[in-house]
C-alpha cells in the first residue's frame, strides 16, 4: 500500500497537455479495439497473443487466449490490466504499423500522432503517467516498465509486486479525460481515487493480486457513475 500511495502523489502534472491525457486515453481504448479483433481475426489475435506474451505469465495468457478463442471479449478484458492495454496498443502499432485497426481510437490517435508526436508518444507518456521503481532501478523516476508483474511476497519482493503495478495512474487519466477534466485536476484525482481504491482492496488469500485490479475497477466505476466525486484534496461520497 505505500507503494501504491507513492506512484499516486510523486508525479506531478504542470506540463501534462490535454492533448497527452487524451492519448493515455485512446491508446487503452485502442488496446480494447485490438482484443475485440482479436476474438474475430486469428491473425490479428497472434499478433496480440505475442505481444502480450512479454507481460503475461503462461497460465494468464492461456486463459485470455481461451476467452478470445470462445469469443467472449469483456471477460478477456477483466483479466487485463490497464497498463497491460496500454502496452498491447502501443507495442501493436510499433511491431505491426501496416495492419490497419478498427475503431475511432486508432484513427483519433494517428491524427495525434502526426499532429503533435512529442505530446503523444509512448517516451513521454512513461515519463509523466508511470510510477516509480526505487527497488527496481534505484531511483525515483517515474517510468512504465515492460515487465510481468511480479508474485507477491513478504519483504523485498512485496516492493516489486507493487512497483510492478502500473495500472492506476493510466486509469485514472483516463477517468479524467472521459469527465472533461483538466490535466492539472490530476493533482486531486489521482490520490483521491488511489485513497478510494486502496480502502476498497479485499484479498482472499495472499496472492489475490487481482483484488487490486477489482478495486481499481470498481473505483472507476463509483466515479464513472457519480457516486463519488472529487473535491480538492479528498473524495466527496454520498450517504
Known amino acids: 500500500m505505500p507503494d501504491l500511495l507513492t506512484s499516486a502523489t510523486l508525479p506531478r502534472w504542470w506540463y501534462v497537455t490535454p492533448n497527452e491525457l487524451h492519448a493515455v486515453t485512446l491508446y ?40 478470445l478463442d470462445a469469443n467472449n471479449i469483456q471477460e478477456a478484458l477483466a483479466h487485463l490490466t490497464p497498463a497491460e492495454i496500454f502496452f498491447l496498443a502501443a507495442e501493436f502499432q510499433k511491431r505491426h504499423p501496416q495492419t ?11 491524427a495525434l500522432t ?26 525515483y523516476s517515474r517510468e512504465l516498465f515492460d515487465l510481468e508483474l511480479f508474485p507477491t511476497f513478504m519483504g523485498y519482493s512485496s516492493r516489486l509486486m507493487a512497483e510492478s503495478w502500473e495500472s492506476n495512474n493510466l486509469y ?9 477534466y483538466a490535466p492539472v485536476m490530476l493533482h486531486n484525482l489521482v490520490p483521491a481515487l488511489t ?14 493480486w487481482p483484488a487490486g485490479l477489482r478495486a481499481l475497477r470498481e473505483t472507476g466505476e463509483e466515479f464513472r457513475s457519480g457516486r463519488i466525486g472529487v473535491e480538492p484534496g479528498a473524495l466527496s461520497i454520498p450517504k
Open 28 to 67: 487503452q481504448r485502442l488496446g480494447e479495439d485490438l482484443l475485440a479483433m482479436a476474438a474475430r481475426d486469428a491473425e490479428v489475435r497472434q499478433k496480440a497473443l505475442d505481444i502480450l506474451s512479454d507481460r503475461l505469465y503462461p497460465q494468464r495468457l492461456g486463459q485470455v487466449e481461451n476467452l
Open 114 to 139: 502526426q499532429q503533435v508526436p512529442d505530446e503523444v508518444n509512448r517516451e513521454r507518456i512513461s515519463r509523466d503517467f508511470g510510477v516509480p521503481h526505487p527497488a527496481m532501478a534505484y531511483t
Open 195 to 208: 485513497r478510494r481504491m486502496v480502502e476498497k482492496i479485499a484479498g482472499t488469500h495472499l496472492e489475490d
Open 172 to 180: 485514472w487519466g483516463r477517468l479524467a479525460d472521459e469527465k472533461g
Open 100 to 110: 490497419e485497426t478498427a475503431g475511432a481510437a486508432a484513427k483519433e490517435l494517428e
